[in-house]
């Protein structure tokens, strides 16, 4: 409801929007960006091939060239591509939701942006506040380990050129990392030029890097037939570790797969949003899915999983068949990969930067779009700085634990917001203060007040305003009292149908968090762990069912931009990604935790101090959805 309270001031919904808890839940729409009039906008220039380029070079990092060799080993055997593909399927629950959300609310700002409009301000801001931790750490630790890499052309990090070479700061113990600093400003360098030159520069390194897995698949594989996959003739049989080590194994491949979302921190530059962003994220996906497979596959059919070398897999296996020449190969596939990696997580820092200071979260300087390059300028080079910096002084890797919490935050946002979406949208829009002019005459004609379901009623002549012919409708349907409880009665069974489905959603959530939590307390009692595990599992289970049962909300329809890929499954995908993503990070670790603890206070700080008190939201007046265009139209007539 609109109504005036004592003080003069505007109540929605029966609440007054204070600046403090109030801030926490309130909730932009969807294209804001464009409502609020931001001056020069994003260059519209990236296709389905940019897109998957994007995708595919931020995905496959280096870790593909290490990360098989420890978890064959380790963990899962030869069944390691048993392991990759449930990882790839794991990452597609998360694909799928963004899928949704990047075709319907098409603008900057990824995760960040839809947890804004679907589930509050406050939310909102420790997801982006946790992606700018993700990006920043995440691309100095790629930066850092493209020099031992490179060295290898060298013959060693001992012949790289005394500029490029390590160094160890006398007095201090610090090691410095020139090339790392040098490789972070020219990627910088590269984003200020514009997206399409970027995009083309990540397609090139992208295109090398494929090619050099594909190299790896074609030749080993012939090596594989000629030595009759000796690989794979063990005692021990195909899975050595059991089921349990190829769930094991999924668990830490997983993070191999994370790097698609930066292709909807693009959203906004995109030709065709709505068609291409799907395309773009499944088709990354499956490509980086299917080239990790095989590529596994090869590898341990080479070599016995438990002969291979942990830190150089690949390499070591051809060398063991006499083909050290391959190594130059793989070690340009491994720098590329870096590169491409390096690229895609400076690429999505200064949108997250840019949404947050359009929102008024950060500093205007943030959100300024040069005219000649159309990307946020002044935030990349801020970004590609702070990086190089960091990148220069500190070995981040001990930090790279952090990097997974924005994503795994970012995932589990993502995945509720799909949930809001289809069984609670907003139905309520935020309206400028500048528009109270407009609401006051809306309030008088209402007699001082609106309901909410008299604002919506198609019944109401409050709801028609000065049209004519609409007056005359409801004037005739004031003659017939049972049409109007009929609508009446529907529009209470919608209320109590939101309600239920807000409250289903809210103990999914918290039956999720209390299963993921017991299941990771190795510590904790066997009695008390299986009695959290049994009460999480009943409210998932039961707030899953009603959701399940339930009628999705009918607006969803029109939620945004409708027409584009729309998620499968649902409540049943979203639930399964939401705790997947909950296990994983709260089995982060201690230590991650509290290093990231620290990183959120400070955000926490910065929002309390700054964010909330600037935020364009702070004076907005929420109205029902069916008065928006109302108080806008009466605007424009007085403004004749």
């Not at 930090?399 to 609670?424: D, E, K, N, P």
Request: hydrophobic share 45%; net charge neutral.
């Amino acid at each position: 409801m609109i109504a005036r309270d004592e003080n003069g001031g505007v109540r929605v919904g029966g609440r007054k929007w204070l600046r403090g808890f109030g801030s926490l839940i309130r909730r932009k729409q969807v294209d804001s960006v464009h409502i609020n009039g931001h001056g020069h906008q994003l260059a519209r220039t990236l296709s389905i091939i940019d897109l998957v380029a994007i995708g595919v070079g931020s995905t496959i990092g280096a870790g593909v060239y290490i990360l098989i060799g420890t978890v064959a080993r380790e963990q899962a055997g030869p069944a390691i591509v048993i392991s990759l593909l449930i990882a790839g399927i794991a990452a597609a629950l998360s694909a799928f939701c963004y899928a949704e959300l990047a075709c319907r609310c098409p603008s900057a700002g990824s995760a960040y942006h839809y947890t804004y409009i679907c589930i509050g301000e406050g939310v909102a801001w420790l997801v982006g506040w946790a992606l700018i931790l993700e990006y920043t750490i995440g691309g100095s630790a790629v930066a850092r380990g493209i020099t031992p890499n490179l060295a290898l052309f060298f013959g060693g990090e001992d012949n790289l050129p005394s500029f490029l070479a390590r160094h160890t700061l006398p007095g201090l113990g610090v090691v410095v990392d020139p090339c790392a600093a040098v490789l972070v400003l020219l990627v910088t360098i590269l984003l200020c030029l514009g997206i399409k030159e970027s995009s083309t520069a990540q397609f090139i390194v992208t295109t090398v890097n494929v090619c050099v897995m594909l190299f790896v698949i074609i030749v080993g594989g012939y090596q594989c037939f000629k030595s009759g996959w000796v690989g794979y003739e063990l005692p021990s049989g195909y899975f050595p570790y059991g089921v349990n080590g190829i769930f094991a194994g999924s668990a830490i491949v997983f993070f191999s797969y994370i790097g698609f979302d930066a292709v909807t921190s693009t959203a906004e530059e995109v030709k065709n949003p709505q068609r291409d962003l799907p395309l773009g994220i499944s088709t990354a996906l499956c490509i980086c899915c299917v080239l990790y497979m095989f590529v596994s596959a090869v590898i341990v059919g080479l070599v016995p999983y438990y002969e291979l070398n942990p830190d150089t897999p690949i390499s070591s296996a051809f060398s063991s068949y006499g083909m050290d020449w391959a190594v130059y190969l793989i070690t340009t596939g491994s720098i590329t990969a870096l590169f491409s990696s390096l690229l895609g997580s400076i690429l999505p820092q200064p949108r997250i930067f840019m949404a947050m200071a359009r929102d008024g979260l950060l500093p205007s300087f943030f959100s300024d779009i040069n005219r000649r390059t159309q990307v946020p300028l002044k935030s990349t080079i801020v970004t590609g700085i702070f990086a190089a910096v960091l990148a220069f002084f500190l070995d981040v890797s001990q930090l790279a634990g952090m990097v997974s919490v924005g994503t795994l935050l970012a995932f589990i946002t993502v995945a509720v917001s799909v949930l809001i979406i289809r069984y609670v949208p907003p139905d309520e829009i935020p309206i400028p203060s500048s528009l109270q002019t407009s609401i006051d005459r809306l309030v008088s004609r209402s007699g001082g007040y609106i309901e909410e379901d008299q604002a919506i009623s198609p019944v109401d002549p409050a709801s028609y305003c000065e049209n004519s012919h609409l007056h005359d409708k409801s004037e005739a349907l004031l003659g017939h009292p049972l049409i109007i409880k009929e609508v009446t009665n529907d529009e209470q069974n919608e209320k109590n149908r939101r309600k239920l489905a807000s409250w289903a959603i809210v103990l999914l959530c918290v039956g999720i968090l209390i299963l993921a939590g017991a299941a990771s307390a190795d510590r904790c009692p066997s009695i008390l762990r299986f009695t959290l595990c049994g009460m999480g599992g009943i409210l998932l289970l039961c707030s899953i069912t009603v959701l399940a049962c339930m009628k999705q909300d009918d607006t969803r329809h029109s939620f945004g931009h409708s027409g584009g890929f729309v998620c499968p499954f649902v409540p049943f995908l979203p639930a399964a990604c939401i705790l997947l993503n909950t296990y994983l990070l709260i089995g982060l670790g201690a230590a991650t935790w509290l290093r990231v603890s620290v990183w959120l206070l400070i955000g926490v700080l910065v929002y309390l101090f700054y964010g909330r008190n600037h935020s364009t939201l702070l004076n907005a007046i929420y109205v029902p959805s069916a008065c928006a265009d109302e108080i806008h139209r009466s605007q424009a007539y007085h403004l004749l």
